[in-house]
């Protein structure tokens, strides 16, 4: 995981919820910005898999955004945007290995069709004979 918090900006605004009195006067809510074109800890690669695999989170300028309000105060919504934030983009990072698709080998087919056998061979037992 890359900390590429020094790249980050931040915007605070009021938040809604709890907080009594204070929350229409204090803003505690934190908007934290990260232009990905810009980074300098990603390579090319890298930019454009965070831009593919996120692009519904990032803006047409290119930043990526993201909004904490959980706790009451600024300090502790920033660190918790920050930690949200690298985690994010580390996930976008994870590439998945491709499925391999498999067959059957022939001891599960032949097991496949003697469970079949064994269950018509009941069934035609049942059956009223004259």
């Known amino acids: 995981m890359k900390d590429f918090s020094k790249e ?3 915007k605070t605004s009021r938040s809604s919820g709890a907080g009594g009195q204070n929350v229409n006067k204090v803003e505690t809510s934190v908007t934290v910005l990260w232009h990905v074109d810009e980074s300098e ?3 090319e690669d890298q ?3 965070i831009q593919n695999k ?3 989170r990032i803006n047409a ?3 990526l955004f993201l909004t904490v309000s ?3 105060t600024q300090l502790m919504n920033k660190n918790k945007a920050i930690e949200k934030i690298l985690d994010i983009v580390d996930q976008s990072l994870f590439i998945h290995k491709k499925r391999i698709a498999t067959k ?3 001891g599960q087919k032949q097991k496949r069709l003697d469970n079949k056998k064994k269950l018509s061979d009941k ?3 049942r059956k009223f004979k004259y």
């Open 54 to 56: 996120l692009r519904n």
């Open 123 to 125: 069934k035609e037992n």
């Open 41 to 43: 800890f990603f390579n």
């Open 47 to 49: 930019k454009v898999l």
């Open 61 to 63: 300028e290119g930043f």
């Open 70 to 72: 959980e706790s009451r």
């Open 104 to 106: 059957p080998s022939k």
């Open 8 to 10: 980050l900006s931040f």
